[in-house]
């Protein structure tokens, strides 16, 4: 990692890691938690994080889609970075209006990168990203700023999806 890089998981864990016990939506239980409104909510970390994501954001991407709902400030952000337009995806399909899943930039045949704030097992990534697929969308790869897991994500993996990440949970604890 550069100075950089070592001082803005130094800013992320100061601000968003707590210690004890907590039940993540995995369903797995951990010591340690990284509460994303922390560092999400927070200008002063919100941006440069924005910054730090961008270069990996993928070549030929054409749209970022943030996740409901701690994705979308990242995808804001990010957004704000790359000039790439954004989606907003919910977790369940609007009953009203639109009726849409995904909101904001249109994805029908575009390559599309999911953005998430932390993930674990990937489960939602994976629902959304089925979602977005039976919309038109082209989506191969997801980018989080916080993975807690170690190696490959293998629910991600055989979703066909190429997890990018800024931090690792161990880098971060160090």
């Known amino acids: ?4 890089d070592r001082e803005l998981a130094a800013r ?19 010591n340690h938690y990284f509460d994303k409104y922390r560092f999400e909510a ?3 970390l919100l941006w440069p994080i924005a910054r730090a994501m961008a ?27 790359t000039g790439l337009p954004t989606a ?7 009953e009203y209006g639109t ?7 249109e994805l029908r045949g ?8 932390v993930i674990t097992t990937g489960g939602q990534v994976v629902t959304s990203v089925g979602d977005l697929r039976a919309e038109g969308a082209r989506v191969d790869s997801v980018c989080c700023v916080i993975y807690r897991g170690e190696g490959v994500c293998e629910p991600l993996h055989a ?10 949970m161990a880098q971060l604890l160090g």
Not at 1 to 4: A, I, K, L, P, V
Not at 110 to 117: K, W
Request: glycine share 10%; with cysteine.
């Open 1 to 4: 990692m550069s100075d950089f």
């Open 12 to 30: 992320i864990v100061a601000a968003a890691h707590l210690t004890g016990e907590f039940k993540l939506r995995s369903g797995q239980t951990s």
């Open 42 to 44: 927070d200008p002063e």
């Open 55 to 81: 270069p990996l954001v993928p070549s030929g991407t054409e749209v970022l889609a943030g996740l409901e709902l701690g994705g979308v400030p990242l995808a804001v952000a990010l957004s704000r970075e």
């Open 88 to 94: 907003f995806v919910r977790k369940e399909r609007k």
């Open 99 to 105: 009726c849409r899943i995904a909101e904001g930039a």
């Open 110 to 117: 575009r390559a599309v990168c999911v953005i998430e704030d």
């Open 159 to 168: 979703a066909g999806l190429q997890l990018i990440h800024l931090y690792t």
